[in-house]
């Protein structure tokens, strides 16, 4: 599998948003008409995209925020007591993938990039789904607010999606304990360090 990040106007963005667009319609008959500014996509050996998302970060403005009475920043601080400026938060949005497979190792890869990049707090509103599949991995988050359908500008766009019990959530990494989701990412990490 091979996890690329797509920004600006770079060979594949089209088909990433194709794939994102083409999920979220054959899952919840919603229409995706908005993308981050930075798309990762998850592909197999031949191309195919099996897995798809979007990062914004302060500077492109937080989609979550449309669900809380405040700002992301002081949101974290309130239910998460996660201090941390806007500068340093990272956000997931849009995940779209036709297996479950390849989301935790494009999560952990797009984790990655948020270390690389100064970001501290990531931040996504998941689906109960999502949130059964990131509890599995033993990820500690916290649930800052339930994603309200009324929030949204456009609710008739949604198609079921906001049947799912969305929740907008927040997890801070300590860095001496990085956060991997991944099994395989994790043995891989014990067995480097038993070494």
């Known amino acids: 599998m091979k996890i690329e990040f797509l920004s600006g106007n770079c060979p594949g963005r089209k088909e990433a948003q194709d794939h994102i667009k083409g999920v979220y ?27 798809a998302a979007g990062i914004r970060t302060a500077k492109d403005g937080f989609f979550s925020d449309t669900y809380l009475k405040t700002d992301l920043s002081t949101a974290l601080q309130h239910a998460a007591h996660i ?33 690389e990049n100064g970001m501290t707090c990531g931040v996504f509103t998941a689906t ?28 008739k ?16 990494e300590v860095l001496s304990q990085p956060v991997v989701l991944s099994p395989r990412a994790r043995a891989a990490k014990i067995a480097r360090g038993a070494s």
């Open 25 to 51: 319609s054959h899952v919840y008959g919603a229409e995706v008409t908005a993308f981050a500014p930075l798309l990762v996509v998850a592909k197999r050996v031949d191309g195919e995209i099996l897995c």
């Open 83 to 115: 201090d941390v400026p806007a500068q340093e938060i990272m956000e997931v949005v849009s995940l779209a993938s036709t297996t479950p497979f390849p989301v935790l190792p494009m999560l952990d890869r797009m984790i990655e990039w948020g270390r």
């Open 128 to 155: 109960a789904p999502l949130r059964r599949l990131l509890k599995r991995t033993s990820l500690s988050y916290a649930e800052l607010a339930s994603a309200d359908i009324s929030q949204v500008s456009n609710p």
């Open 157 to 172: 766009t949604w198609g079921s999606y906001y049947d799912t019990d969305p929740k907008v959530c927040a997890f801070s």
